[in-house]
């Protein structure tokens, strides 16, 4: 009996014995994903950048001169821009570029407070120590 106990112990032991064993940094590095941050490249405080949320329905873009972001909601047509000295405004807006696409709920901070977040199929953009904000999303988008 103590023999067939001893085997079952043991069977079980060799069975959770890889899960109790230290990962290598080989496998380690196998698991982890890189991950990429929009509007982050070389000389990017200085080159335009394009950007849109996961499911491709809000495309925006950052101009450093002047400093601002626009993003348009392909599905209505609905386009807001925000600029670091005043509050959002409605305006007309043909991105025909997708630009990157963000990973779901990324935040991208620009220059001169003003930063953006998204999720699936939504964006806010604000000025980080301001009134001015918009969110862009299907059926209840606003801007302040």
């Known amino acids: 009996m103590k023999l067939i106990a001893g085997a ?15 990962t290598t940094g080989l496998a380690a590095r196998g ?7 929009a509007c982050s490249a070389p000389n990017s405080a200085h080159v335009p ?3 849109s949320t996961p499911s491709g329905n809000i495309r925006c873009l ?3 001169h002047p ?13 807001y821009r925000l600029r670091p000295s005043g509050r959002a405004k409605a305006i007309r807006l043909r991105l025909a570029r997708r630009g990157e696409t963000l990973p779901t709920r990324q935040e991208i901070l ?9 999720t699936r199929r939504t964006m806010t953009c604000n000025q980080d120590y301001g009134e001015g904000e918009f969110t862009l999303a299907p059926g209840r988008s606003h801007s302040a």
């Open 8 to 22: 079952v112990l043991s069977t079980a032991f060799l069975a959770i014995a890889p899960a109790l064993a230290p």
């Open 110 to 118: 620009f220059t001169e407070s003003l930063s953006c977040r998204d």
């Open 67 to 79: 400093n601002n972001v626009a993003c348009e909601l392909l599905s209505s047509g609905r386009a």
């Open 49 to 51: 950048c394009h950007f």
């Open 62 to 64: 950052w101009t450093p």
């Open 31 to 37: 698991r982890v994903a890189k991950v990429h941050h």
